[in-house]
């Protein structure tokens, strides 16, 4: 919800899709992300699929950027150790690697 609240554009994307199951995709891949958060080859491969799932689904590099912010605010508050700005900036870059190559390969 924070997110449609925040960049109300996005919600297109969701058109065909509820929003439940979304919410149960979305914690099973925050979940995986953050049990292997110092495996960035897991991270990458996952990350990899998940990119060019979404660019059939009309998914464009500026939304990632979107999804990442807010992501890392949801995480930030309920996140039980403690956030500081290295951790952010390594998920970030873990994040964003993967991403940024769907993108190039299209």
């Given at each position: 919800?924070?997110?449609?609240?925040?960049?109300?554009?996005?919600?297109?994307?969701?058109?065909?899709?509820?929003?439940?199951?979304?919410?149960?995709?979305?914690?099973?891949?925050?979940?995986?992300?953050?049990?292997?958060?110092?495996?960035?080859?897991?991270?990458?491969?996952?990350?990899?699929?998940?990119?060019?799932?979404?660019?059939?689904?009309?998914?464009?590099?500026?939304?990632?950027?979107?999804?990442?912010?807010?992501?890392?605010?949801?995480?930030?508050?309920?996140?039980?150790?403690?956030?500081?700005?290295?951790?952010?900036?390594?998920?970030i870059?873990?994040?964003?690697?993967?991403?940024?190559s769907?993108?190039?390969?299209?």
């Open positions: 919800q924070r997110l449609f609240a925040e960049y109300p554009e996005t919600t297109t994307l969701f058109k065909s899709v509820t929003i439940e199951g979304q919410h149960k995709k979305l914690l099973a891949s925050m979940v995986m992300l953050i049990k292997h958060l110092r495996d960035s080859a897991i991270i990458e491969d996952y990350l990899q699929g998940l990119g060019v799932r979404h660019q059939q689904y009309g998914v464009e590099a500026s939304h990632y950027e979107m999804f990442i912010e807010n992501w890392l605010s949801v995480i930030s508050e309920f996140s039980e150790q403690e956030w500081n700005e290295p951790l952010q900036k390594r998920l870059r873990q994040i964003k690697t993967p991403l940024r769907v993108h190039l390969h299209r």
